[in-house]
């Protein structure tokens, strides 16, 4: 089994809680030696209290975790204001009120137009898998300690609140990864002259995948299908359609086993666009494809493209 699983994450559980589940169900129920059991990784973590689309990457799917690190997310969720906690979200307690709450939809609706009309820098929360000198933060919040973190350029393609009944918004939002939407929430209360958190969220997308295609873990594992005979599953060959694609002939195909780089700048002049793009660098990297299977990744460096990884 090479692709990946859609799974559509329950609150209360990590996203490597999903992997640990996974791989106890093959090994309890199905049968397979820890030795045999595939590799399973995910394509971007979903905090315990978020629920939506988790991509669980399994066997060789998982050399191409990097490629779903970096889609582009979509999310759904629940703002809460005129309270916050210091994660941004309600797995702790409140350690900030205020009773200076939005007047109006209209209100926020100016104010998150604003924040997708400009740039948007984002300073990481403590409360996260950042790592600073090799730890993640998350470990040094617990411990009382907090450093100066860079901030990061994000990017929101669409920040919407469609409905607003004091003191919750429901909103939309698709940004670019490592955008931390708890962090968001507490950005736009502070807009408002309040305070505010996430009090629910819910993925659903990341790149070209759909939560509506995503089925939930018991789903899962009460079938006596495989896996790769499942709606929810991903050929490994398919797993990187919304990016640009090449096709290589046989003679190139084999060439690109042998090492021979130069190779790759003519099978470059044949690259189609996707219909969706996974993320706002997916022109910076190709799929090579032989006869529909994935063989082959380039990439675009600084002006110049050179073969990234070749899949034998």
Same mark, same amino acid.
């Given at each position: 089994m090479n692709g990946a699983l859609l799974i559509r994450k329950e609150a209360g559980i990590t996203s490597f809680g999903v992997i640990d589940v996974l791989k106890r169900h093959l090994r309890d129920e199905k049968g397979i030696k820890p030795?045999?059991?595939?590799?399973?990784?995910?394509?971007?973590?979903?905090?315990?209290?978020?629920?939506?689309?988790?991509?669980?990457?399994v066997g060789r799917g998982v050399k191409l975790a990097r490629y779903f690190l970096g889609a582009t997310k979509g999310y759904e969720g629940l703002i809460h204001f005129?309270?916050?906690? @210091?994660?941004?979200?309600?797995?702790s307690p409140v350690s900030e009120t205020s009773t200076n709450l939005p007047r109006s939809l209209e209100e926020?609706?100016?104010?998150? *137009?604003? *924040?997708t009309n400009q740039p948007y820098l984002q300073t990481p929360p403590m409360h996260s898998a950042k790592k600073m000198n090799g730890r993640p933060l998350y470990e040094l919040a617990?411990?009382?300690?907090?450093?100066?973190? $860079?901030?990061?350029?994000?990017?929101?393609? $669409?920040?919407?609140v469609g409905d607003y009944t004091a003191p919750n918004a429901q909103f939309q939002l698709k940004c670019s990864s490592g955008t931390y939407v708890r962090t968001l929430a507490q950005d736009l209360g502070r807009l408002?002259?309040?305070?505010?958190?996430?009090?629910?969220?819910?993925?659903?997308?990341?790149?070209?995948?759909?939560?509506?295609?995503?089925?939930?873990?018991? $789903?899962?594992?009460?079938?006596?299908?495989?896996?790769?005979?499942?709606?929810?599953? @991903?050929?490994?060959?398919?797993?990187?359609?919304g990016y640009?694609?090449?096709?290589?002939?046989?003679?190139?195909?084999?060439?690109?086993?042998?090492?021979?780089?130069? @190779?790759?700048?003519?099978?470059?002049?044949r690259v189609n666009p996707p219909a969706e793009r996974s993320s706002e660098?997916?022109?910076?990297? @190709?799929?090579?494809?032989?006869?529909?299977?994935?063989?082959?990744?380039?990439?675009?460096?600084?002006?110049?493209?050179?073969?990234?990884?070749?899949?034998?």
């Open positions: 030795r045999d059991l595939p590799k399973l990784g995910h394509g971007g973590t979903l905090d315990p209290f978020a629920t939506g689309l988790l991509i669980v990457l005129g309270q916050t906690t @210091v994660p941004g979200d309600p797995t926020l609706q100016d104010l998150t *137009l604003r *924040l617990r411990e009382g300690i907090e450093v100066e973190r $860079e901030p990061k350029l994000c990017r929101l393609y $669409e920040f919407n408002c002259n309040s305070v505010a958190m996430l009090e629910t969220l819910n993925r659903t997308q990341s790149g070209v995948f759909r939560l509506t295609d995503a089925w939930s873990l018991p $789903e899962i594992l009460k079938t006596n299908q495989a896996w790769n005979e499942l709606p929810c599953w @991903v050929a490994f060959d398919h797993l990187l359609k640009p694609r090449a096709e290589a002939s046989p003679e190139e195909h084999q060439a690109l086993l042998q090492g021979k780089q130069a @190779v790759i700048f003519s099978i470059l002049k660098t997916s022109d910076d990297c @190709v799929a090579i494809y032989n006869t529909d299977r994935l063989i082959a990744i380039a990439r675009k460096t600084d002006d110049v493209w050179g073969l990234e990884r070749v899949l034998s």
